[in-house]
């Protein structure tokens, strides 16, 4: 569950606090066992061809666990934790031991991979704690063709007859290609990205950009990061005209209706 509200609040100045992150994504590393030809953080791998040292997560999930500790006026709460991008979360040494730490705090635990190296994962966890990962994204395109899977009306029944046939639910995301209605970030509010090399970033698709960092959380405490000078400043400055379409492009949309409506 998304706090719209909470974000629409803030930003109209109805409240004086806003929301703590409601989605956090964690990429591990940035190495890659894959090249995929739309790779959206290619660049930013061959500049920083690194993985994050594995007692720095344990800390960024104490964090994220206390968070109210530093900033008892946030509202709303952390629903979601996704290890994914930069490169392929699964080949981290560690990444098994911190995907359970987090599910150890209770976190809804997702994780978005090539599935290459998820066989570490399965022999790892106990039973238990498997099935509180809320639900693992898999990448499927069309390497013949190189293009993204493109997925087309008759394809999307023939996803919904499976899902009926063999009661396996599915979330078809096609929320990136709705027109944009706003004309700032919002969302920025709402969803930061820990990248592997330490860049605490409020742009899914600004990794090694250095105009989307609120700071390094390797060496700050990320609590203290949130709502910062330099996080108002990207909030501000950020021309969302020139960005390319984004998941976070339906939170977006929703708030800016709210905030046309307040
Ligand atoms: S698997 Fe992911 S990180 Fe690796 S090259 Fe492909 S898109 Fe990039
Ligand atoms: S691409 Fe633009 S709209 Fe999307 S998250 Fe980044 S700054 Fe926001």
Same mark, same amino acid.
């Given at each position: 569950?998304? !706090? ?17 992150? /409601? ?5 591990? =590393?940035?190495?890659? +066992? ?6 959206? /953080? ?11 040292? =594995? ?14 500790? #530093? ?23 560690? &990444? ?8 150890? @705090? ?36 069309? &390497?013949? +063709? ?5 997925? #087309? ?7 919904? +007859?499976? /899902?009926?046939?063999? +009661? ?12 944009? =209605?706003?004309? @700032? ?19 899914? !698709?600004?990794?090694?950009? @250095? ?7 390797? @060496? =700050? ?7 910062? !000078? ?33």
């Amino acid at each position: 569950m998304i !706090e719209y509200n909470q974000i629409e609040n803030f930003l109209a100045g109805k409240t004086t606090s806003g929301p703590m992150p /409601s989605r956090v994504d964690i990429d591990l =590393t940035n190495v890659c +066992n894959q090249d995929c030809f739309y790779c959206n /953080s290619a660049e930013f791998r061959e500049k920083f061809l690194v993985s994050g040292p =594995t007692p720095f997560y344990y800390r960024l999930i104490d964090q994220l666990y206390a968070w109210k500790k #530093t900033n008892p006026n946030h509202t709303g709460g952390i629903n979601e934790v996704v290890f994914t991008g930069g490169g392929e979360p699964t080949v981290h040494k560690d &990444y098994h031991k911190i995907v359970e730490y987090c599910i150890d @705090k209770n976190f809804k635990v997702q994780i978005i991979t090539n599935g290459s190296k998820l066989q570490k994962l399965v022999d790892y966890l106990p039973q238990e704690k498997i099935k509180n990962i809320n639900w693992i994204g898999v990448d499927i395109d069309d &390497y013949e +063709n190189k293009k993204v899977f493109e997925v #087309t009306d008759q394809m999307q029944t023939m996803i919904e +007859n499976f /899902s009926v046939k063999y +009661n396996v639910k599915y979330n078809l995301n096609l929320a990136r290609s709705t027109p944009r =209605t706003y004309t @700032k970030c919002h969302q920025m509010f709402l969803y930061p990205i820990f990248a592997s090399n330490g860049d605490a970033l409020v742009c899914c !698709e600004g990794r090694g950009q @250095k105009q989307f960092s609120i700071g390094n959380w390797m @060496k =700050t405490d990320v609590r203290k990061l949130w709502y910062n !000078e330099k996080h108002m400043e990207v909030y501000n400055n950020t021309d969302v005209s020139l960005c390319p379409p984004c998941t976070p492009n339906k939170w977006n949309n929703a708030i800016q209706s709210l905030l046309q409506k307040s």
